[in-house]
């Protein structure tokens, strides 16, 4: 029978894990290191369907997953240097089966009696790009792939969130090393919705290290009482 104290620790690191796999490393979103312009990094919502985040002239990025290993080849809208504009300057490809992703997931939606609304910005990671997807199938395809398991996402809502690739309109640019990406939302009939895989990092996140915390303490308790 483990001690009292054991316990206790047992219990405690499990509220430590809790609350760091709730709230997660996203407040602060592990993996960002700047943002520039309208964007708030914030943690994983509940929801990101239409009216979820009308929270004033912000876009927002979240880290949705970590430490992902695909299964398969993910096919993504843009996989390299340069600007998206219109649809034939996307630069569809892989990301390859077996590879350690991150994914986040820039989101904007329009304040509820506006009309539209135009903001722009940017985001660095200290990892490299590997792919963005931006168009509403591939989207949807992704959703149970990467997306967060808390967050409720408008998949196959016959409403548009991907991008809209017209001159004027939406448009993106992802930079030269691959570790930024410059976006402009013109946001008027729905949400607009960017996911972006990133190479995992090769350190666990909070959230994660807090879990393996919690593992390591229940595993010393069951060997003291072997």
Do not use: C
């Amino acid at each position: 029978m483990p001690s009292r104290t054991l316990r206790l620790a047992v219990a405690a690191a499990a509220i430590v894990a809790v609350r760091a796999f709730v709230a997660g490393p996203s407040i602060l979103p592990a993996g960002i290191v700047g943002t520039t312009g309208n964007v708030q990094q914030i943690a994983a919502p509940f929801s990101v369907l239409e009216g979820a985040l009308e929270r004033g002239a912000w876009s927002y990025i979240f880290q949705e997953n970590s430490q992902v290993m695909l299964t398969g080849n993910l096919k993504v809208d843009v996989n390299s240097p340069g600007a998206v504009h219109v649809p034939a300057d996307r630069r569809i490809g892989f990301v390859s089966a077996e590879t350690n992703v991150d994914s986040y997931l820039l989101h904007q939606d329009r304040p509820d009696g506006s009309p539209y609304m135009i903001l722009r910005g940017s985001i660095t990671f200290d990892t490299p790009i590997l792919g963005v997807i931006l168009t509403n199938r591939k989207l949807n395809k992704s959703d149970n792939a990467i997306g967060g398991i808390a967050t409720s996402y408008p998949t196959n809502i016959e409403r548009p969130r991907g991008l809209e690739l017209k001159i004027g309109h939406d448009r993106i640019r992802i930079s030269d090393d691959m570790m930024t990406l410059h976006y402009k939302f013109r946001t008027f009939s729905s949400v607009d919705q960017v996911r972006i895989l990133v190479q995992a990092a090769s350190v666990p996140t909070p959230g994660t290290a807090a879990l393996l915390g919690v593992a390591s303490v229940m595993t010393v308790g069951r060997r003291r009482r072997a």
